[in-house]
């Protein structure tokens, strides 16, 4: 078999196989904590799992238009009207089965061999791998501690070139849990106006989970961005429906062919029984997310003062997503050599900050989604750990 060239260079996201790693662990016996996925541990509500199951008894269990059902882009853009205050047409919603797919199809679209595509560092990984396998040429934007994992807008300015095609944001953040504030936001979209050859990607899946009065600064309503902004969001954090494959993406009339075409060639349609219980999400009572997020806010206060009070590990304060992303640049290892051994030495799953990219060296990532006994065990463990080095 010969296999394309372009497969050698797509990448992968580690935590799927820190996954396997702590799964394969905890069936030989041992006791693992896994703070490596990011995935809420909450149930899906209920309403909405109701609505699934009357879905598929009403019949609910075909294709579907590629870009999702009129009432699920409908119910979208009523949501978005409430949480982004901007009226959007259904028509520029394109829903397919995950945030991922929106991301897989933009970069798609924009790269190509000769092409430059922007992304955050460290950053979700699945960026950087797809810009690579589309031949496009990956240009890291820096996130660094001394600037509270955020950016500096003249800074990321600087790095658009005539051949920058798109460029990636995400806030709140993967993996560092920052939250770019809103006068760097500002600032980037008015300088953006001066390069209106670069397409946007805002990757937005954690637009519900800020907290300590940070907020969350979307880019849809920007007007001087609106004909060439792609907004990712989806149902995967907010409530808690990462297996039920479903997402969205907001963008141009003018790209909606091409990712409708995209999605015809590859997906077809997200699965019509997750559209139809997506309804019920946005349209339903909202106290299971509020719910949610209240308690993210106490583990979040947990793992950050944990993690302090370890010697050697300094926790900068995570502003948004389940994520905190402290550094490990005293203890004399590699963020890679941590994981292995957080893993088979202290039975707990994380994840090396280098898996995000070269900007993530000497730190590692752990999700808070996981309850506060298993966080303060966790804590105890790593503790116990380092205090043996
Ligand atoms: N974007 C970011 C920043 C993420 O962290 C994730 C998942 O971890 C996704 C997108 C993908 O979300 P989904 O599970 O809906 O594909």
Redesign the pocket.
């Known amino acids: 078999m010969k296999i394309s060239d372009r497969m050698s260079r797509l990448g992968t ?1 580690t ?1 799927f196989e820190v996954l396997a790693r702590a799964e394969a662990l905890a069936r030989a016996g041992r006791d693992i904590i896994n703070l490596g996925i ?2 809420p541990d909450f149930r899906t509500p209920e309403h909405i799992v109701e609505a699934a199951v009357k879905a598929l008894r009403d019949g609910h269990h075909g294709y579907t238009p590629a870009p999702g059902i009129l009432p699920l882009r409908e119910a979208v853009a009523a949501d978005l009207e409430r949480t982004r205050g901007v009226a959007v047409d259904p028509d520029r919603i394109v829903c397919v ?5 929106t ?1 897989f199809f933009a970069i798609l679209m924009f790269g190509e061999p000769g092409a430059e595509i922007m992304y955050p560092n460290p ?2 990984p ?1 960026y950087e791998s797809v810009i690579n396998y589309s031949g496009a040429t990956a240009v890291p934007i820096p996130l660094i501690e001394e600037k509270d994992f955020s950016f500096d807008a003249d800074e990321v300015l600087s790095l658009i070139t005539p051949n920058t095609r798109l460029m990636i944001l ?1 806030t709140p ?3 560092t849990g920052g939250a770019v504030p809103r006068d760097e936001i500002e600032k980037l979209v008015a300088g953006l106006e001066k390069h209106p050859h670069v397409a946007i990607l805002a ?1 937005e ?2 637009s519900q989970m800020t907290y300590d009065g940070h907020e969350h600064v979307s880019l849809l309503p920007f007007e001087s961005l609106r004909d060439r902004l792609i907004l ?1 969001d ?4 907010t409530y808690a ?2 297996g039920w ?3 969205y993406g907001i963008m141009p009339e003018e790209l909606v062919p091409h990712v409708t075409r995209l999605a015809v060639n590859s997906v077809s349609c997200a699965a019509s029984f997750s559209q139809r219980a997506a309804i019920a999400a946005l349209d339903g009572p909202q106290d299971d997310v509020k719910a949610m997020t209240t308690e993210f806010a106490v583990r979040r206060r947990l793992i950050a003062d944990g993690l302090r009070s370890i010697p050697g590990i300094n926790c900068p304060e995570p502003e948004g ?1 389940f994520y905190a992303f402290p550094s490990i640049k005293n203890l004399g290892m590699t963020s890679g050599e941590f994981e292995e051994r957080a893993l088979s030495e202290a039975g707990v799953a994380l994840l090396s900050g280098a898996a995000f990219g070269e900007y993530g060296e000497g730190y590692i990532r752990l999700s808070y989604a996981n309850s506060q006994e298993n966080i303060k065990k966790a804590i105890d463990r790593l503790d116990k750990f380092v205090r043996s080095l």
Do not use: C, H
Not at 97 to 101: D, E, I, S
């Open positions: 996201e935590a990011g995935q089965p995950g945030g991922k797919v991301m950053g979700f699945i995400n953040t993967n993996p990757d899946i954690y990712l989806g149902w995967s954090k429906m990462t494959r479903l997402g997503a």
